[in-house]
């Protein structure tokens, strides 16, 4: 019976020293990967090199303790996401590794909300916005995760200020709300679901500015429970740093350049994350991931065999004006084809894009390559005096060399600041005080974005009409229909100015 009884005591006692060793065994792991900005990346084997960089820490942590967040920009980006087959497929990679949230940025209403709506749908996963009003949508403002013994609580908040970026016919029902307001709304319904950790996953990066002129930072201050950021839309990564007393932040490369991890410790008996460690996985050398590169070949192939159709030859260097003139042959060309689907008989329109392309064939790659957004020609009736107003706005931006809107249907001279002769090729006569014109914009510019505070207050308050189809599309048309070269297509110069004599200076 003694002898029973000082076994018992010894197992007791061991038991007792082994009890912190093994106490260090029961914190929970949750590892959480990020995607972002990969912008339609299916060519070159990046989106499938970044398969491979997700398969990998799924087989490492295990299915049970992995949190994929993809943060936006993902449907666009590139010619084969102009097709309906290149958007699907980035669903379905999505959905391959079983993707759990999906927070929509800016470019991905690029293609209109009618566009985005099923593909959203499709998603296995979770979308998350709580400044999304989109009723039709299976849009969430959060949701909580049970990864192993861990509850997650993910917040999500798609690209603010929608409204400022796309024209009604784009964007369709949908709206934004404040975000601050919507962040107050919720948090404390997370709160009460007593979370282990609280992740916001937003499209905009850090230094953006939301609706009420805030910054994620002022966001951060007023919200010490999140532990962890995730963002994107700057297109910098970032391996890991602090973004307040409390948080941390990072954000996955884009393009398809690789993806951002944390690995996440915590303690249940102390209720606390005892770690979190961040850091960045580059896909640069690592091989292809077969099933995606499968799913991806039939979309490139098609795209490819698209892109190389042959529009027509021009005769002279394609590409956006330089600093020192007030437009290029480019936007001379996208003024011509806005001007002949709309009736314009002045054209505002900057281009987007740094790509140059040398005289000679044009084919519909190229042509996306030179005009990759897709944006819309709003036309509206303006006076003299508004045309003057603009005018002077944006070659004040060109010698800024900011968001500059080329004219087309103006000829003018200006001196310093001073606009004279301003006379409309349409008529060859002078622009004189109180008479009308129809003016085309882009739309992305017309619907507030832009440094253009002139042009956006006359336009606001304007009844306007929208063409139905892209500038790009508007553009091709054109050119099928007319020869370049008989069309006067110049290679464009630099702005003509006004003699000056000793005194203007």
């Known amino acids: ?87 699907k497929a980035m669903i379905r990679f999505l959905n391959h590794f079983a993707c759990d949230v999906f927070v929509p940025g800016n470019h991905d209403f690029e293609f209109g909300s009618a566009v985005l709506l099923p593909l959203l749908r499709s998603f296995r996963g979770t979308v998350l916005g709580l400044n999304l009003v989109w009723p039709e949508a299976p849009v969430k403002p959060w949701k909580m995760f049970r990864r192993g013994d861990m509850n997650v609580a993910v917040i999500g908040i798609a690209y603010p200020g929608l409204e400022r970026m796309f024209i009604p016919p784009v964007l369709g029902p949908v709206r934004t709300s404040d975000v601050r307001a919507q962040l107050a709304r919720v948090m404390p319904e997370v709160m009460r679901a007593r979370p282990d950790l609280i992740v916001l996953a937003l499209h905009a990066g850090e230094h953006h500015r939301f609706e009420s002129g805030i910054q994620l930072y002022d966001l951060l201050r007023s919200y010490p429970q999140i532990d962890l950021v995730v963002c994107g839309h700057s297109h910098q990564s970032e391996a890991g740093k602090p973004a307040g007393d409390s948080v941390w932040l990072m ?38 991931q077969t099933e995606i590169r499968a799913l991806l070949d039939p979309v490139n192939r098609s795209s490819r065999q698209l892109g190389r159709v042959r529009i027509c030859s021009i005769p002279c260097e ?42 000679g064939p044009l084919n519909r790659f190229q042509l996306y390559l030179l005009l990759p957004y897709n944006d819309y020609a709003v036309t509206v009736e303006l006076t003299a005096d508004e045309i003057r107003r603009i005018l002077e706005e944006q070659l004040s931006l060109r010698r800024k060399n900011g968001s500059y809107q080329a004219p087309y249907g103006l000829r003018f001279t200006a001196a310093r600041r001073n ?83 000793h005194h203007d200076r």
């Open 419 to 501: 606009l004279c002769g301003i006379t409309l090729e349409s008529t060859g006569r002078p622009l004189e005080p109180g008479r009308t014109c129809r003016c085309a914009f882009s739309s992305y510019i017309f619907a507030g974005s832009g440094r253009c505070p002139v042009l956006h207050s006359i336009v606001k308050s304007k009844s306007a009409q929208y063409d139905s189809r892209p500038v790009r599309e508007r553009v091709l048309e054109y050119l099928q229909k007319n020869d370049p070269a008989a069309g006067g297509m110049q290679s464009g110069g630099p702005l003509p100015r006004k003699k000056e004599n």
């Open 1 to 87: 019976m003694r002898r029973f009884r000082w076994k018992n005591w010894c197992l007791t006692a061991v038991w007792i020293l082994l009890l912190p060793i093994l106490a260090i065994g029961t914190e929970n792991r949750l590892r959480i990967v990020q995607t972002t900005d990969l912008h339609g990346s299916v060519d070159h084997g990046r989106l499938a090199r970044t398969g491979t960089l997700i398969e990998r820490e799924v087989r490492d942590a295990g299915r049970d303790h992995i949190l994929w967040i993809d943060c936006g920009d993902l449907i666009q980006g590139s010619y084969a996401m102009t097709f309906d087959n290149g958007r």
């Open 251 to 288: 954000q996955a490369p884009p393009l398809g350049g690789g993806i951002a991890v944390a690995d996440v410790m915590y303690d249940p008996d102390k209720l606390r994350v005892t770690s979190l460690k961040t850091r960045l996985v580059r896909a640069d050398g690592v091989p292809e």
């Open 318 to 359: 394609l590409r956006a004006p330089e600093k020192n003139e007030s437009a290029s042959a480019l936007s001379s060309l996208c003024g011509r084809a806005i001007a002949a689907a709309t009736g314009a008989e002045v054209v505002f329109y900057g281009i987007g894009s740094r790509y140059r392309q040398a005289a």
